[in-house]
């Protein structure tokens, strides 16, 4: 199985309506998938879901130090 995705920042909404223009796109998040045909999977997500998923998974505390720079970083 071969899946592609596209991370983004939530707080960034002139993304989410920067492909308008140029494809037609009018939100990223509903509407990138559609650029591709065939049979691999497209995904969006966002990076505040992936810190959270990371945060909610890390049970030995492997990425903590990671998880502490991303919160500084990018008040997340």
């Given at each position: 199985m071969i899946v592609s995705s596209v991370a983004y920042d939530l707080r960034n909404s002139g993304?989410?309506?920067s492909l308008d223009r140029s494809?037609?796109?009018t939100?990223?998040?509903d509407?990138?998938?559609t650029l591709f045909s065939g049979k691999?999977?497209?995904m969006t997500f966002t990076h505040q879901a992936w810190v959270d998923?990371?945060?909610?998974?890390?049970r030995q505390g492997l990425w903590k130090d990671w998880l502490e720079y991303i919160s500084r970083r990018y008040a997340m």
């Open positions: 993304l989410m309506f494809t037609g796109i939100d990223l998040r509407e990138w998938s691999a999977g497209f998923w990371v945060r909610e998974h890390d």
